[in-house]
């Protein structure tokens, strides 16, 4: 699906009270070496959050490789280090995860699967980026938005939510 696509079915799936508040983007740097893309989020046409390509990549090695130094497993050539050397890069994502440092694409896919999943799927999602913009749907009710505990979720999760209870007027 193309982008321009995606961006229109996913905004009109906004709540009434936020709709044309908030602005999801997507942008390739095509004269890049890589075609480096970044994609953001703006509320009342500011930007809240950034996903870029360039600056994920950087903070996944250099925390891959932190871990790498930590566990001693600095050589993949070594058999007896190659299990956590690998194991580090998957460590690093997850970590990068939690920080809320994602790679453009990780917004692309996120709406795109968003598209396909109820809003129960959505809220319960183990990725953090749909069930931030499940709070923004408008199949996420009032009476949901007021039960909703966002206490111990993702930093990205808890600004979209607090976005679209100020919206509605609630606390």
């Known amino acids: 699906m193309k982008w321009s696509q995606l961006k229109k079915r996913t905004e009109a799936n906004f709540a009434d009270s936020i709709s044309g508040r908030v602005q999801v983007w997507f942008t390739r740097y095509r004269k890049s070496h890589d075609q480096a893309g970044e994609s953001w989020i703006t509320f009342d046409k500011e930007q809240v959050w950034s996903m870029a390509d360039h600056s994920a ?55 795109f699967e968003l598209l396909n999943l ?5 809220i319960s999602s183990e990725n953090p980026i749909i ?16 039960s909703f505990n966002a206490a111990n979720e993702h930093p990205l999760v808890i600004k979209l939510f607090t976005f679209r209870c100020e919206a509605e007027g609630l606390k």
Not at 67 to 80: L, V
Not at 118 to 122: E, F, L, V, W
Not at 131 to 146: C, I, N, S, Y
């Open 118 to 122: 109820s809003i129960d799927d959505a």
């Open 131 to 146: 069930r931030a913009f499940a709070t923004l749907d408008k199949r996420f009710g009032k009476r949901r938005l007021q």
């Open 57 to 111: 990549l950087v903070n996944y090695y250099k925390e891959a490789r932190k871990i790498q130094i930590e566990k001693g497993a600095t050589d993949y050539k070594n058999r007896d280090q190659q299990d956590a050397y690998y194991q580090a890069y998957e460590d690093a994502q997850k970590l990068l995860n939690e920080r809320g440092i994602f790679a453009a694409g990780a917004l692309y896919q996120a709406l």
